[in-house]
């Protein structure tokens, strides 16, 4: 429909001509209809603002928000989906959105896309979805059905959450419940088992001053031998359960033997070397269970990077934070196991991160680094994969204190500031509980045997 420009002519006579071919207001969407060009054109860009505003809202959502047609081919991908998945919108469009399922849910985007076919909606339902690095990350799913202006569907609107950390951490929260029950349960058969180890102790004594065979006595020596080592595992873990308050000023050496005693049926099993060097420092006032329960997590990731055997070494030596001026000790513990790859470094202390599937809970290792970080200590650790020379080594800085800080059983799970960097010990390779780099996103890599976030 043309418009024209009237122009009054002497006479009463008006001549007109077109300056403009411009659609009718019932042809522009949302436009109301109004007559006049002026209020025609107020509408069009109203409704051109408020389609521009939409667009933005789609483009900076956190969450991922796709549409495809009815065949399941993606044709629209904002940033929060290249967050998600890991893809660019350039490599996906024109692709089915099948290509992002689990092996294990495939079946269900077939049925979604049955439902979404007779115009129904499918609200938030959780399903696997295959990430671009060959990981599965769990998501929430809203599906909505897109129509045209006749009323008929012409395709799907997908709207996705990623929930794999609360998925993890309501898993890691199972498993610690889990874990606090085993170490109740633990300290009262410790402390059960204590009245007949002492029972035996004063039989076997009172057998000891009898008459008997040279080779019996032999046998009897043994048998004590043992029974005093017995009595020390229920003794250290009786102090797990009842000293994780207490503080007190003990040798590092001291706490790194009861450690190393819980885990000798293992390190024979494994047939894994030791080789101990312990410079002589001062007696540290600490935490002992805690530092305990650092070392002996640090030393069954070794043992558990070494399943046919290896050496392992353990270290105590005077230490010196140039970044704080302080001195004093440092704890090293190095394995000659299969080591980590870069993804396993860059994500070690994160809570809930962990490689052992069902039987990792993915807290151990950043309890420690909370540990250390309380007693103002540093960790820090470097590995290789090298088939020449492969192993990890962690190091913890711990400086001399006066007094030992809080250990309310709050603070392991209240977040608490990063520690600094440490004295390095390689800093091409460290990786320490304040390093960025862990944060980005991480390349494949081949799955570490050992040393996770147990």
């Known amino acids: 429909m043309a418009l024209s420009d009237v122009t009054p002519q002497p006479g009463g006579a008006e001549t007109s001509k077109d300056v403009i071919s411009r659609p009718s207001t019932s042809e522009v969407i949302g436009a109301s209809v109004t007559s006049g060009p002026e209020k025609l054109s107020i509408s069009g860009q109203s409704a051109e603002h408020d389609l521009a505003l939409l667009a933005a809202i789609v483009e900076s959502s956190d969450d991922a928000i796709l549409s495809c047609d009815l065949a399941g081919i993606i044709t629209s991908w904002n940033k929060g989906a290249e967050r998600v998945f890991g893809y660019a919108a350039a490599e996906i469009i024109g692709r089915p959105t099948s290509e992002m399922a689990s092996p294990n849910c495939i079946e269900d985007t077939e049925l979604v896309l049955q439902k979404i076919r007779i115009g129904q909606k499918v609200d ?19 599906v909505s059905p897109i129509f ?6 012409i395709g799907a609107s997908k709207v996705s959450r990623d929930i794999t ?40 004594y009172l057998v000891e001053h009898e008459e ?20 020390h595992i229920a003794s250290q873990t009786l102090g797990f359960f009842r000293n994780s308050r207490g503080s007190a000023s003990t040798p590092l050496p001291e706490i790194i033997e009861s450690a190393l005693s819980l885990h000798l049926g293992r390190l024979s099993i494994c047939n ?21 329960q650092v ?9 558990d990077a070494m399943p046919n055997g290896g050496r392992l070494r353990v270290r105590v030596r005077f230490g010196f934070d140039p970044v704080t001026e302080t001195h004093g000790a440092r704890i090293v513990i190095a394995d000659t196991g299969s080591g980590m790859s870069a993804t396993t470094r860059r994500q070690l202390f994160e809570p809930f991160y962990t490689t052992k599937g069902a039987s990792g809970t993915g807290l151990g290792l950043w ?28 190091s913890i800085f711990l400086p001399y204190m006066s007094e030992a800080p809080s250990s309310e059983l709050e603070d392991v799970t209240r977040p ?16 320490e509980p304040g390093d960025e780099s862990r944060r980005t996103p991480s390349e494949p890599a081949p799955r570490s045997a050992g040393y996770n976030a147990a």
Do not use: C, W
Not at 148 to 153: A, E, M, R
Not at 165 to 182: C, Q, V
Not at 220 to 227: D, F, I, K, N, V
């Open 124 to 142: 938030h339902y959780e399903t696997l979805r295959r990430h671009k690095d060959g990981s599965d990350i769990a998501v929430s799913i809203t």
């Open 148 to 153: 045209d202006s006749s009323g008929n569907v």
């Open 165 to 204: 950390s609360t998925r993890r951490a309501e898993e890691a929260l199972r498993n610690a419940d889990k874990l606090a029950l085993a170490g109740r349960m633990a300290a009262s058969i410790a402390h059960e088992i204590n009245n007949p180890l002492e029972s035996i102790t004063n039989l076997l």
């Open 212 to 231: 008997i065979s040279e080779e019996a006595r032999s046998y009897l020596t043994l048998a004590q031998h043992e029974l005093a080592r017995v009595s």
């Open 272 to 292: 894994v070397a030791i080789q101990k060097e312990y410079i002589s420092v001062s007696p540290f006032f600490m935490h002992q269970g805690e530092l305990r």
């Open 295 to 303: 070392i002996v997590n640090l030393i069954g990731n070794a043992l």
């Open 367 to 394: 309890v420690s680094s909370q540990i250390i970080a309380r007693h103002k200590g540093k960790i820090s650790v470097r590995s290789s994969q090298s088939p020449s020379h492969s192993g990890t080594v962690f």
């Open 416 to 431: 608490h500031p990063r520690p600094r960097n440490p004295q390095p010990i390689d800093e091409k390779n460290a990786s």
